[in-house]
């Protein structure tokens, strides 16, 4: 394998922060995963992503809300679905050129009814028969999951992985109504 082959899974990205509305006031530039972004800014009012998608986080570490970001301006914090104007840690979402799977199970720790999914659903509850979501293994790609359907409410970012229950990727309840695959047109 060449070595321009061996890195070409690398995502570019770069995302700035504006403590005020409109792009206004202090900002900071990101181009990679932050766990703690509390001492280069006290509020977010608006985003701008320049390159790459990102998951922006609430709290630290990658915790509370979730917000999905693709390239574009966010002028203020609703039209990120923000709950306030508090971003603490951001995550840079991988490129993924492959197949998308993930498996979604009624109980926790894998248990009673499952499901495959290799594409986007609108509505959980129409296609698996339950609203409940309580645990997941994705095996390939990059999924969002959405508290409601038609992909609307909190937001979960879904890397590969085993998911033993709803709490795992940071759900305050099993409910997820819809999700959708992060293609790569970051």
Request: with cysteine.
């Amino acid at each position: 394998m060449s070595h321009s082959a061996s890195l070409s899974w690398v995502t570019m990205g770069k995302i700035i922060f504006y403590e005020d509305r409109n792009f206004q006031g202090r900002s900071y530039e990101c181009s990679s995963d932050c766990a703690d972004l509390h001492s280069y800014f006290s509020r977010c009012n608006s985003i701008r992503v320049e390159s790459g998608c990102w998951m922006a986080y609430e709290r630290p570490n990658y915790m509370g809300y979730q917000y999905f970001m693709r390239r574009g301006e966010y002028p203020d914090y609703q039209r990120w679905m923000g709950f306030n104007d508090c971003i603490r840690s951001c995550r840079l979402i991988p490129q993924h050129r492959g197949s998308y799977r993930m498996k979604i199970y009624e109980r926790e720790n894998f248990g009673g009814q499952t499901m495959e999914f290799t594409d986007d659903c609108e509505s959980v509850q129409d296609r698996f028969r339950f609203s409940d979501i309580h645990s997941c293994n994705v095996m390939d790609g990059y999924w969002i999951m959405y508290e409601q359907p038609n992909y609307r409410g909190r937001q979960y970012f879904m890397r590969p992985g085993e998911y033993r229950r709803y709490s795992d990727w940071g759900g305050m309840s099993p409910r997820i109504g819809s999700f959708r695959r992060i293609m790569e047109s970051c």
